[in-house]
């Protein structure tokens, strides 16, 4: 059973760096033509994809978000990276980790894998 999990500070400054780790486990990272997304959550704004990074290494950023946004992966070490600049206190969410089939994860589909998701407060 793949399983997803988020790790990261629970508390980050405004303009600082939020950076997520996503640590997968029960099967490698390259078992199969995956895309590892970043998928956020927040009363104000709902479930809101941020990007993702397939098998191939290919990123797709969410528009608004690709002056600020990176994602990365080590496959040696099953784990993929978020990496949000600049934050502002509307960047305070809850961050999932998911591995699609695509970019597509909204409304969730079950062949694809969800963490359970890590607050993140940005505030002074």
């Known amino acids: 059973q793949v399983q997803l999990r988020e790790s990261g500070p629970g508390l980050v400054k405004p303009s600082q760096t939020l950076s997520l780790t996503c640590t997968v486990s029960g099967e490698p990272m390259t078992s199969g033509n995956w895309y590892w997304n970043w998928i956020r959550q927040s009363p104000e704004r709902g479930l809101e994809w941020l990007g993702a990074?397939?098998?191939?290494?290919?990123?797709h950023i969410r528009e608004s978000f690709e002056s600020r946004t990176s994602i990365s992966k080590d496959t040696s070490k099953n784990r993929f990276t978020l990496q949000l600049n600049s934050v502002i206190p509307e960047d305070t969410a809850v961050y999932y980790c998911v591995r699609g089939t695509s970019i597509r994860i909204v409304p969730k589909r079950p062949e694809d894998y969800w963490g359970k998701g890590t607050l993140v407060t940005v505030s002074s």
């Open positions: 990074i397939s098998e191939s290494g290919r990123l």
